[in-house]
């Protein structure tokens, strides 16, 4: 110790030096780590690099593809078209824009309430005026049954969906009413639609993020002329759609003009699932008058013909010894098939194409 403070500054200097050779030690040790990850990298660039230069078989014995000039140049025009195609895609889904059905974005909540009220009654006395049955006990809202009769409810968000819904609706409707033969009976059950405004997004970090749930503050009641599709053209991200399920009772001259002037409107509307069955008693009771009357005035050349011939009429006998000729065969038609009234669920989605969300911004750039 006494030789250390006799010679402090020299033993001091080489403490110095000593710590300073370690110090440089240890960063040549990782430079040298780092040129050597960096060798490596180089080194899997380059592999790479020859291997997409030397090519790619497909195919077992098919020729090797590389990435020379000509392919990038074939791969860039595949894209182009491939552009052009998605593009033609959502024009042909969205269809013409000018005969969209676009919701009013400036509705509230006491807005959209009153637009709902005057709808609904407008629809009814529509069908009442053509003579069209709705159920006694209980006619329907259609689709908006949660605040017709709950007095003093009103949607509590997506008001432009849905007063895009309440549109639709009225299209469908009216185009339904449009297709009833004259004096033909009809009765509309119901009309039913996706409770949309009482979902709410799931937020990213959260299981189930990205799906729709109920809220807590309008949990789905169940309501009669709600329901969630199970078979949907809806595909995230790509196509959106607001499905419908429009449900009445006649005959089916009814069902199949409905049917075309919903395929032949111009819209963006495809026919998801069409259910055909007999309508039950009470709507045969409701319709009774109707229904009679319509098969009262029924041609009788509609029904098929009941003959001896299996193809059809057979000829008479010729005349044999100077007798006069048989009298032809009379033409009896008997109805065989009963005309019935029928019951038909059919499930309409109206088409959409997402906005395309503009390019994330860059790194380190504030989101606006």
């Known amino acids: 110790m006494q030789n250390f403070k006799k010679n402090l500054g ?4 080489l403490i110095a030096m000593a710590a300073l050779f370690i110090g440089l030690s240890v960063f040549a040790f990782f430079c040298y780590r780092a040129n050597a990850e960096s ?4 080194k899997a660039a380059r592999n790479a690099q020859d291997t997409l230069l030397s090519g790619h078989a497909f195919a077992p014995g098919a020729a090797k593809v590389s990435l020379n000039d000509k392919n990038v140049a074939a791969a860039a025009e595949d894209v182009k078209e491939m552009e052009i195609h998605v ?3 959502r024009a042909a889904i969205a269809g013409n824009p000018e005969m969209a059905i676009k919701g009013k974005a400036s509705a509230n909540s006491a807005e959209m309430s009153a637009l709902l009220r005057e709808s609904v009654d407008g629809w009814r006395k529509l069908a009442a005026d053509q003579g069209i049955k709705l159920l006694p006990t209980e006619p329907t809202a259609f689709g908006f049954h949660r605040y017709i009769h709950n007095q003093g409810t009103s949607p509590k968000r997506e008001f432009q969906k849905v007063d895009q819904q309440r549109q639709i609706i009225d299209f469908l409707v009216r185009q339904l009413v449009e297709s009833r033969p004259a004096g033909s009976p009809l009765l509309i059950e119901s009309v039913d639609r996706e409770p949309i405004e009482t979902f709410v997004l799931v937020p990213e970090g959260k299981p189930g993020a990205g799906t729709y749930v109920p809220s807590d503050d309008a949990a789905v009641r169940n309501e009669i002329d709600e329901f969630a599709p199970v078979r949907t053209y809806d595909h995230r991200n790509l196509v959106d759609s607001l499905s419908f399920r429009v449900r009445f009772s006649g005959y089916t001259p009814t069902l199949r003009t409905f049917v075309n002037k ?13 259910d055909v069955s007999l309508a039950t008693k009470e709507v045969e009771k409701i319709l009774g008058s109707s229904a009679a009357n319509s098969a009262a005035g029924a041609p009788a050349a509609a029904a098929p013909a009941l003959q001896g011939g299996f193809f059809g009429a057979e000829e008479a006998a010729p005349p044999t010894n100077g007798s006069k000729p048989a009298a032809s065969l009379e033409d009896k038609r008997v109805l065989v098939v ?6 038909f669920v059919v499930q309409v989605d109206y088409l959409s194409i997402p906005e395309e969300k503009p390019a994330a911004a860059a790194e380190g ?3 606006k």
């Open 39 to 42: 060798a490596r990298g180089l």
């Open 87 to 89: 593009a033609s895609l």
């Open 262 to 274: 919903i395929r032949n409107s111009g819209r963006p509307l495809a026919i998801t699932t069409i």
């Open 365 to 367: 750039e504030p989101k």
């Open 10 to 13: 020299f033993n001091l200097a």
């Open 338 to 343: 009963p005309r019935k009234v029928s019951a």
